[in-house]
């Protein structure tokens, strides 16, 4: 007899309806710093503490997310909701991990339009930004140690890391389209049905609010890659094709996107509020994440009902080790923008120590960094 949500006998717990809208709910307003950051906050609290899975499971959860295009740790939260409270849990997952940011998103591209830049935000990330280095430091030392199970993953994930790193070789992007794009082939349909049937809320006669939902619609269905593989269709899209805004102002809503809580891809929220108002934020933000929703909601079937499958599990296993090797590629990009000076070193020792050796909650850390982030800037708004 198969388990339903999971092997582990203390990871296969029913949360109640109430319990998992009021995590998500909550983990909607301290996701910050982007998708690995993300990711780890949500290994925290599912696996270490609230036990909702096991490592092995969370691991070829976010193994099959990474495989999708779109931003992986939205669709890890939707795939994870789905377990607990099928497809309206999924939904519920979702939804709640983008709302608030989106809404804060909103406020903060107003003040940018009304008022220009804002230098409280760059501010604010003096602080935040080594911080969530620091947690993603800590989040790769996690899923690394849950992805090694033996010394073929552990080359795996060093030779996804060399091949990337130094021969520019994206060895989780090949494994993907060798073995992956079947289950595409399965959900991929249904999204052109999805398409004609939303498009039908969107004035026709307004051609610009209609560019603005093809344009993330194809951001958010062929962004392959993860989150930050949406910037390259925006800027050609945005930028060069429409001239909705400029480079610097598309800079400035990434910066933005950082600095709240929600998924990276919110910078679309952004740039659909520069070039439509309120209706072209709110159709940029329903667009680029529709394709998520049916991905997953549409192919978590198909990978539950394989769960037995010893390729299909020997794959996973595979993706995930390739993964985190990915995931450290990128994150070293990352640091010469957030270490400037010892100040900022300090910062993010600090947060890697606390989540890696003290077992603080990733959420608190988060937390704890934003209100430092806000307290800094106001300062030096006020000493100016």
């Not at 809208?21 to 780890?40: D, E, M, R, S």
């Not at 669709?75 to 099928?86: D, F, N, P, S, T």
């Amino acid at each position: 007899m198969q388990v339903p949500f999971d092997s582990a006998p203390p990871s296969d717990r029913m949360p109640s309806w109430r319990e998992v809208f009021l995590y998500f709910l909550f983990l909607g307003f301290v996701n910050i710093g982007g998708p690995v950051a993300q990711i780890t906050m949500m290994f925290n609290h599912m696996v270490e503490k609230r036990r909702w899975l096991s490592k092995d499971r969370f691991i070829k959860i976010m193994a099959f997310c990474h495989m999708l295009p779109g931003p992986e740790a939205l669709q890890l939260a939707i795939y994870i909701g789905y377990l607990k409270r099928k497809v309206w849990g999924g939904v519920l997952a979702g939804v709640t991990f983008i709302v608030p940011g989106a809404i804060v998103m909103v406020l903060l591209s107003w003040l940018y339009v009304r008022y220009g830049k804002l230098p409280q935000v760059t501010d604010a990330l003096y602080v935040l930004k080594p911080a969530v280095l620091g947690i993603i430091a800590a989040g790769i030392i996690k899923l690394g140690r849950a992805s090694i199970r033996n010394a073929f993953l552990a080359v795996l994930l060093v030779g996804a890391f060399v091949g990337m790193r130094f021969a520019g070789i994206n060895f989780l992007l090949n494994l993907i389209v060798e073995r992956g794009s079947g289950l595409l082939k399965r959900t991929a349909p249904t999204l052109p049905v999805m398409l004609i049937g939303t498009s039908a809320l969107i004035p026709f006669s307004d051609s610009r609010l209609f560019q603005i939902a093809w344009l993330f619609f194809k951001t958010g269905l062929l962004s392959f890659g993860g989150a930050y593989a949406s910037l390259v269709f925006v800027q050609r899209g945005a930028v060069a094709q429409y001239h909705w805004l400029s480079d610097g102002q598309l800079l400035d809503g990434v910066a933005l996107s950082v600095a709240t809580p929600g998924p990276f891809m919110l910078f679309t929220t952004f740039v659909g509020y520069i070039a439509g108002g309120i209706p072209g934020a709110l159709i940029a933000t329903v667009f680029v994440f529709l394709p998520s929703f049916v991905f997953v909601l549409g192919g978590v079937h198909y990978v539950e009902k394989l769960r037995e499958n010893n390729g299909l599990q020997a794959f996973l296993a595979g993706v995930s080790a390739a993964v985190v090797g990915v995931i450290a590629v990128v994150s070293l990009d990352l640091i010469p923008g957030a270490l400037i000076d010892w100040i900022t070193v300090a910062i993010s020792v600090a947060a890697f120590l606390l989540i890696a050796f003290l077992k603080r909650d990733v959420a608190l850390v988060a937390v704890g960094a934003m209100i430092g982030g806000i307290i800094y800037a106001s300062w030096r708004a006020l000493a100016m």
